[in-house]
């Protein structure tokens, strides 16, 4: 998919970034704002599976997007990336053009923050390229008009979201784990999620401890939830069999739905035991979307 010029040949290295997978930790919806919004607080991590965005001059912003989940992003001729893009240029004054690069690897309406990862990658990249200072308060809130989800991928790095996404705050260290994503390869909608919560609120139930390993994090874990589990499943039945069969792997730990759904994740000690589940679970479920990956604290280790 493309759009837009690219000019002539690109001059210099490409600016890359990375655009991991974002992962609720927990999620707790709090209250709703008499706009329509709800209040959430959630831990927030990423996982090292990610899309990859790159950025090189070019005389008009234009995108061209590869990868395995392109396809999927071939009817939405101006996607977040675009309007970021567009929007950074506009809030900063810029005239210059972008050739923007998306490799896109990771699966679309997923609930891990995909499109919004990678709107974030792009206004870092793209910070880069116009030599722009992305922490300028009107840039901090051009992210949160992209998304709710924009801002903590914009800070990439371990933090307790709150409100409808646009506060902030950091999170304990969390321990090294491993980490089993699947995904039934079927996009959910945020918004029909949030059609069928129920208004049941729960209230904010943060840690501030740094658990020791993976299991800590897992009890601590396993004392708090998501609320849009239940009814992202009477969405799609599908995410409680998932669930199922992350929970039914050996060395499992926690297993729990990102965000809105529908991709699920497990926790685990070591990589091996989360290899062999990946492997596993993708032998048995072909037609799923099942990766192995590490908890990434901080998206500037990528």
Not at 36 to 54: K, R
Not at 119 to 138: N, Q, T, V
Not at 193 to 211: N, T
Request: glycine residues 10%; proline residues 8%; hydrophobic residues 50%.
């Amino acid at each position: 998919m493309s759009e837009g010029a690219f000019g002539g040949p690109a001059e210099g290295a490409a600016i890359v970034q990375p655009a991991p997978a974002k992962l609720n930790l927990t999620l707790h919806i709090t209250g709703k704002r008499t706009d329509g919004y709800h209040e959430l607080d959630s831990l927030v991590a990423f996982a090292d599976l990610q899309d990859t965005i790159s950025v090189r001059p070019a005389a008009e912003i234009g995108l061209n997007v590869e990868g395995p989940f392109a396809p999927a992003l071939a009817d939405e001729p101006d996607n977040l990336v675009l309007k970021a893009a567009r929007a950074l240029a506009a809030a900063a004054n810029v005239s210059d053009g972008a050739a923007i690069g998306l490799i896109k690897r990771l699966p679309v309406a997923g609930g891990i923050g995909g499109g919004s990862a990678d709107a974030a990658a792009a206004l870092r990249a793209l910070a880069m390229l116009w030599k722009i200072d992305l922490g300028a308060p009107d840039l901090v809130g051009l992210a949160m008009e992209l998304g709710a989800d924009v801002p903590v991928c914009l800070a990439g790095r371990a933090s307790y979201m709150s409100g409808a996404g646009e506060r902030l705050d950091p999170a304990p260290r969390l321990p090294p784990a491993a980490l089993v994503l699947a995904n039934p390869t079927r996009p959910l909608a945020t918004k029909a999620v949030f059609d069928a919560f129920d208004g049941r609120f729960s209230a904010a139930d943060r840690f501030e401890r740094p658990p020791a390993d993976a299991c800590e994090l897992a009890e601590l874990l396993a004392t708090r939830h998501n609320d849009l589990a239940d009814p992202a499943r009477r969405c799609l039945p599908e995410i409680g069999t998932i669930l199922d069969v992350l929970d039914a792997a050996p060395g499992a730990l926690l297993t729990r739905m990102s965000g809105s759904g529908p991709t699920c994740f497990a926790l685990f000690e070591s990589d091996t035991e989360a290899d062999h589940a990946a492997a596993e679970i993708a032998s048995a479920h072909p037609d799923w979307w099942v990766r192995a990956g590490r908890l990434v604290t901080d998206v500037g280790a990528l």
